[in-house]
């Protein structure tokens, strides 16, 4: 059983378009997470949901929301697709709050390419 | 400068080898540490956290040097399934967030 699991994996888009990648974890975590990782392969956290509440928000076009149905789901709805927002998206899970000794799982990742 | 530096590499070493790369961090009130791998198109996974005293996990070693600002990771015995990328990452306040570096890519060689 996959722990972290996000679709799909490969998403590719025209320019302008509404998109959402979809994300569970089955490991009965308390907070999960948002992250972009660019072509320059940084990882840079969008958002984070525990139990439900967002907890962070980073300065992320507000064409991006997330959506937490409940503390296993977060989801990601993308509109107005840019060029830019090509990357690989990943979701992530974590036991308490995240922050200090927190540990995170990841999903496999989304490959995001916008035409 | 960056909050969290990495040496990008890639670093080419023949199996059987030991090799070793660090991780600095600007903010002194670091306060935990860890070291992930990322093999290539595939997601990060939790290497080791890097303990004040440092912890070794079989062939691996990680350090911390906070007189410095930096943690190291320490591989010896290089196995060509090592090939990965190590991404450094720090957490700093009670925000809940986590620095991550770009990650050093560490390429084994037959």
């Known amino acids: 059983d996959t722990a972290v699991s996000q679709t799909p994996k490969y998403l590719v888009t025209q320019m302008g378009n509404d998109k959402s990648i979809k994300c569970e974890q089955n490991?009965?975590?308390?907070?999960m997470y948002w992250y972009k990782q660019d072509s320059k392969k940084f990882l840079k956290i969008m958002f984070s949901?525990?139990?439900?509440?967002?907890?962070i928000n980073e300065t992320v076009p507000n064409r991006f929301s997330p959506k937490s149905p409940d503390k296993a789901h977060l989801n990601l709805h993308i509109n107005s697709l840019e060029l830019g927002d090509s990357a690989v998206y990943f979701c992530a899970s974590s036991q308490g709050r995240g922050g200090f000794y927190e540990k995170l799982f990841f999903g496999s990742g989304t490959q995001l390419s916008v035409l | 400068r960056k909050e969290v530096e990495q040496d990008p590499g890639p670093f080419n070493v023949p199996e059987g080898a030991t090799v070793a790369f660090n991780c600095t961090y600007s903010n002194s009130a670091s306060q935990s540490f860890f070291w992930y791998r990322q093999d290539c198109r595939k997601e990060p996974k939790l290497l080791m956290s890097v303990y004040s005293s440092g912890n070794e996990d079989g062939r691996f070693t990680a350090q911390l040097n906070r007189a410095s600002q930096y943690i190291s990771l320490l591989i010896r015995d290089s196995k060509l399934s090592d090939s990965a990328t190590y991404l450094c990452?720090?957490?700093?306040?009670?925000?809940?967030?986590?620095?991550w570096g770009a990650g050093t890519k560490l390429i084994i060689k037959p």
């Open positions: 949901y525990n139990n439900k509440e967002l907890i």
């Open positions: 490991l009965g975590h308390d907070t």
């Open positions: 990452v720090v957490t700093t306040d009670s925000n809940y967030q986590l620095i």
